[in-house]
T-cell receptor
Framework: GIQVEQSPPDLILQEGANSTLRCNFS?????LQWFHQNPWGQLINLFY?????KQNGRLSATTVATERYSLLYISSSQTTDSGVYFC???????????WGAGTKLIIKP | GAGVSQSPSNKVTEKGKDVELRCDPI?????LYWYRQSLGQGLEFLIY????????KSGLPSDRFSAERTGGSVSTLTIQRTQQEDSAVYLC????????????FGDGTRLSIL
């Protein structure tokens, strides 16, 4: 099956810093989503991005489907950005989302 | 409601008891998914419902786990004879169905088996 790898596994930054999170996947995918899980466990859908680039405020994401990776950019980070960022992909054979292990982000004030 | 609703938010029970977890999807969403997340881990797919089609149960870890979806809306995940390894957060998501539809998640049920 499709493998999803995220890097780095952990990231600690000062407030105001920028960061780039990476998601690699092992095969062609039908779609890709980025999620943020906050410290209270809530999963928030950030981007639905099978290809191309999208921006939402301080966050943006780029997926290069032909090279099987996606990047999530966080600019001018805030303490509320802390949590775990997950990448999940959908293959072509069923509707299951296959999840990476996540990047744990801690933003220090 | 505006989002996916799950209940209870927390459940503590003794080993061997049965538990029922409920998910109310976003109105109009035909697809419903159950996932399990153990502490510090990613999400594990359990089961998928799409409209009136037979559910995809390929992710259920054992025959103690079952789920149903009545009337194409509310879903119940049942765990019989709970074990300590069943302790996890159980998350429900819904989407408009089919490929290429983003999934939207509820807040989950945190299940603790004593």
């Amino acid at each position: 099956g499709i493998q999803v790898e995220q890097s780095p596994p952990d990231l600690i930054l000062q407030e105001g810093a920028n960061s780039t999170l990476r998601c690699n996947f092992s095969d062609s995918v039908n779609n890709l989503q980025w999620f943020h899980q906050n410290p209270w466990g809530q999963l928030i859908n950030l981007f639905y991005i099978p290809s191309g680039t999208k921006q939402n405020g301080r966050l943006s994401a780029t997926t290069v489907a032909t090279e099987r990776y996606s990047l999530l950019y966080i600019s001018s980070s805030q303490t509320t950005d802390s949590g775990v960022y997950f990448c999940a992909v959908e293959g072509w054979s069923n509707y299951q989302l296959i999840w990476g292990a996540g990047t744990k982000l801690i933003i220090k004030p | 409601g505006a989002g996916v609703s799950q209940s209870p938010s927390n459940k503590v029970t003794e080993k061997g008891k049965d538990v029922e977890l409920r998910c109310d999807p976003i109105s109009g969403h035909t697809a419903l998914y159950w996932y399990r997340q153990s502490l510090g881990q990613g999400l594990e797919f359990l089961i998928y419902f799409q409209g009136n089609s037979a559910p995809d149960k390929s992710g259920l870890p054992s025959d103690r786990f079952s789920a149903e979806r009545t009337g194409g809306s509310v879903s119940t995940l049942t765990i019989q004879r709970t074990q300590q390894e069943d302790s996890a957060v159980y998350l429900c998501a819904s989407s408009l169905g089919g490929f290429n539809q983003p999934q939207h998640f509820g807040d989950g049920t945190r299940l603790s088996i004593l």
